[in-house]
């Protein structure tokens, strides 16, 4: 079955304590990114990654890192969190675009982070 | 960069009616403009989808209209049911770099 799968699902953290939400595809997608969504906001994209260690800063990058080292893998990093990272998080990826090829994006089934 | 703005943000209607959510793009590159339902508590998901080569597509009471020159989009839903109730959301893909953007979402609600 075609699937995004983020890991874990709930995360209750504090302040400055590291921690990583794993996110893995099986489509062989070269495409995956991380989003994050907030009360009125919307879907605000945190980073890209367009290939295997090609990662671009998407519209909210700050305290994030991200490293794409294979082409199912796409962790999300947080390496100080603050209360201000509290949020529903994202993970999708979608084929490179292409003559008659598909483009939808499959999203994961979301990581709720609260940073205390 | 791309910026995808989204009216309304929130959007009643009575069962039956017709619901209109509508979108505006800033980069006249991008060439994919999908439509995804959020559904309470779930991932978003993909309804509809429309190239920048075709004006309108439809798909059975959902339908989606493009204006390549005024740089917007359009979702309509007729017919509108309670389970049509949820968050939608457009976004906007970038030719060149196939980055995706998303509008800030329209929560309908569909009231029996």
């Known amino acids: 079955e075609a699937q995004v799968t983020q890991n874990p699902r709930y995360l209750i953290t504090v302040t400055g304590k590291k921690l990583t939400v794993t996110c893995s595809q099986n489509?062989?997608?070269?495409?995956m990114s991380w989003y994050r969504q907030d009360p009125g906001l919307g879907l605000r994209q945190i980073y890209y990654?367009?290939?295997?260690?090609?990662?671009d800063k998407g519209d909210v990058p700050e305290g994030y890192k991200v490293s794409r080292k294979e082409k199912r893998n796409f962790p999300l990093i947080l390496e100080s969190p603050s209360p201000n990272q509290t949020s529903l998080y994202f993970c999708?990826?979608?084929?490179?675009?292409?003559?008659?090829?598909?483009?939808?994006?499959?999203f994961g089934q979301g990581t709720r982070l609260t940073v205390v | 960069g791309e910026n995808v703005e989204q009216h309304p943000s929130t959007l009643s209607v009575q069962e039956g009616d017709s619901a209109v959510i509508k979108c505006t793009y800033s980069?006249?590159?991008?060439?994919?403009f999908p439509w995804y339902k959020q559904e309470l508590g779930k991932r978003p998901q993909l309804i509809i989808d429309?190239?920048?080569?075709?004006g309108e597509k439809k798909d059975q009471r959902i339908a989606v209209t493009l204006n390549k020159t005024a740089k917007h989009f359009s979702l309509h839903i007729t017919e509108t049911q309670p389970e049509d109730s949820a968050v939608y959301f457009c976004?906007?893909?970038?030719?060149?770099?196939?980055?995706?953007?998303f509008g800030a979402g329209t929560r309908l609600t569909v009231k029996p």
């Open positions: 990654s367009m290939n295997v260690e090609v990662t």
């Open positions: 999708a990826s979608n084929p490179a675009q292409g003559r008659g090829r598909d483009t939808e994006a499959f």
């Open positions: 489509m062989n997608h070269e495409y």
């Open positions: 980069d006249s590159a991008s060439n994919y």
């Open positions: 429309i190239r920048s080569n075709v």
């Open positions: 976004a906007a893909l970038l030719l060149n770099n196939n980055d995706m953007r």
